[in-house]
């Protein structure tokens, strides 16, 4: 009986959802902004061939508009112990070895601060793990733990000679190791490249699997590269279960006017494609010196105002923090700051992999 009503359950909700896509399919203007029509067949890009947001007709990238359209039509997103709203930690791994210029200047910054012990660390950096700045990922994880969380990290799998090689993903067998057994995700954070080439993909997929003993099913692109809708395709067609590269380079927000996770629409073949996306909403690099040059007050403003947003639209909010990201010297004194306010909010605090896997079965479920 249970059985039957659960099944019964599945199907109301998926009808719900089928009939809330046919509302915004209406809706000329959200269902454009949704499926983001002004991206195909592009024109200009910026460096890296991504489109930025200062190329977008979209000016409010800071409103949930198609969250909010789905919350009053009917959405009705449950998250685990009650939670009103989720939180989706991750970090991409572009470096685990501090650059070669780091052991002269952070020597002499330490010199500059008077901290002798620093200074003669420092230049060892590179060969010593604990006096390794990015070899911190137990650390990350010991801070999240103390806030009940989890979150994913993911990994290049580049070889010598490709644009950013600084790591063998097959050197870091036992951390991957030591990540994903204590509940942590491990993902694949493709290259350059990958964004628009199968072979690259699956061939970097399969190589962090062989070193890790067993399937992936997160992703994220270095540089935020990412080409509507091929991209999409392309992860739906190497097995991937969801991407969370969705988001702009050159400015926080919601960049498809979602706060939730969701099935891109191919407007090309009239279909959804079979992975969940989960929008990336805040880059550390994002609000700082690389693009929006915030200073660290209308920085964090900004954060909280981003996070109080997708809590009124019972959303998902995706923040990407390097662990080699550095703020006035401090490695993760502003990451624990954002913790703790979604902490303070009783928001549930998980990997990409959970959230996916709680999004798939009891908000979206299939056919």
């Known amino acids: 009986m249970s059985f039957l009503l659960r099944e019964s359950s599945i199907i109301q909700i998926w009808k719900r959802v089928e009939n809330m896509i046919e509302k915004l399919k209406q809706n000329e203007e959200l269902w454009n902004l949704f499926t983001k029509k002004e991206e195909y067949n592009l024109t200009f890009s910026d460096q890296y061939e991504r489109f930025p947001y200062y190329l977008s007709s979209q000016r409010n990238v800071f409103d949930p508009s198609v969250s909010r359209f789905l919350i009053e039509n009917g959405l009705r997103p449950e998250y685990p112990d009650g939670k009103k709203f989720a939180v989706c930690l991750t970090h991409d791994v572009d470096a685990v070895y501090p650059e070669k210029l780091y052991q002269l200047i952070g020597a002499a910054k330490a010199v500059a601060k008077g901290n002798l012990t620093d200074a003669l660390k420092t230049p060892f950096s590179r060969i010593n793990k604990k006096w390794n700045p990015c070899w911190n990922f137990r650390e990350i994880m010991e801070l999240e733990a103390k806030y009940n969380a989890k979150s994913s990290f993911y990994f290049l799998a580049l070889r010598p000679g ?43 997929k399969q190589r962090l699997e062989k070193v890790l003993g067993k399937q992936i099913i997160g992703y994220r692109n270095h540089f935020l590269r990412f080409k509507v809708p091929d991209t999409w395709e392309l992860l739906s067609k190497a097995n991937f279960k969801y991407d969370t590269t969705f988001g702009y380079a050159d400015c926080a927000g919601f960049r498809n006017g979602m706060c939730h996770p969701f099935r891109p629409y191919n407007i090309n073949t009239g279909k959804q494609i079979d992975i969940l996306e989960l ?39 995706t923040i990407l923090w390097h662990n080699n990201t550095s703020i006035n010297g401090e490695s993760l004194k502003y990451y624990e700051k954002f913790l703790k306010y979604v902490s303070s909010k009783n928001a549930w605090i998980a990997s990409g992999e959970e959230i996916y896997n709680w999004w798939s079965t009891y908000v979206e479920p299939r056919h």
């Open 279 to 317: 929008p990336l909403i805040i880059m550390d690099r994002t609000l700082l010196k690389s693009y929006m040059r915030l200073d660290i007050k209308n920085a964090w403003e900004l954060i909280k105002n981003l996070i109080d947003k997708v809590e009124q639209c019972d959303g998902v909010i």
């Open 162 to 204: 490709e644009k950013d090689f600084n790591y063998e993903i097959e050197d870091l067998e036992a951390e991957l190791k030591f990540i994903f057994t204590h509940g942590w995700e491990v993902g694949l954070h493709g290259g350059h490249e990958s964004y628009k080439n199968f072979k690259d993909i699956m061939e970097k």
